[in-house]
Nanobody
Framework: QVQLVESGGGLVQAGDSLRLSCVAS????????TAWFRQARGKPREFVGA???????QYADSVKGRFTVSRVIADNTMYLQMDSLKPEDTAVYYC??????????????????WGQGTQVTVSS
């Protein structure tokens, strides 16, 4: 079992930066693909970005160039650095972990473990 806990959400203004953290317990993250998803009110959950065991990353087009996924294996923690935030980035952000093949996938149904989510609100 893996437990994931996100933190770092909050209310910011457009153009600001925010960094989310996801701390894992139970197993080391080095054996997983880990990802960030988000869900705005009334919309489906969408892929934001992910990182695999080798450090390869992948991003949604909507955040490419603005968001950065990283992780520190020694701390069993994944991060999402969000720069140049826009009001349309407002959502609950979730971290997720995938067992099995260590290839990055973007569908939320392929991930096995989820955190409780942290709210990010960007005002205009």
């Amino acid at each position: 079992q893996v437990q994931l806990v996100e933190s770092g959400g909050g209310l910011v203004q457009a153009g600001d930066s925010l960094r989310l953290s996801c701390v894992a317990s139970g197993r080391t993250l080095s054996g997983f693909v880990t990802a960030w998803f988000r869900q705005a009110r009334g919309k489906p959950r969408e892929f934001v970005g992910a990182i695999n065991w080798s450090g390869t990353t992948q991003y949604a087009d909507s955040v490419k160039g603005r968001f950065t996924v990283s992780r520190v294996i020694a701390d069993n923690t994944m991060y999402l650095q969000m720069d140049s935030l826009k009001p349309e980035d407002t959502a609950v952000y979730y971290c997720a972990a995938r067992t099995g093949p260590l290839t990055i996938v973007t569908h939320h149904g392929e991930y096995d473990y989820w955190g409780q989510g942290t709210q990010v609100t960007v005002s205009s």
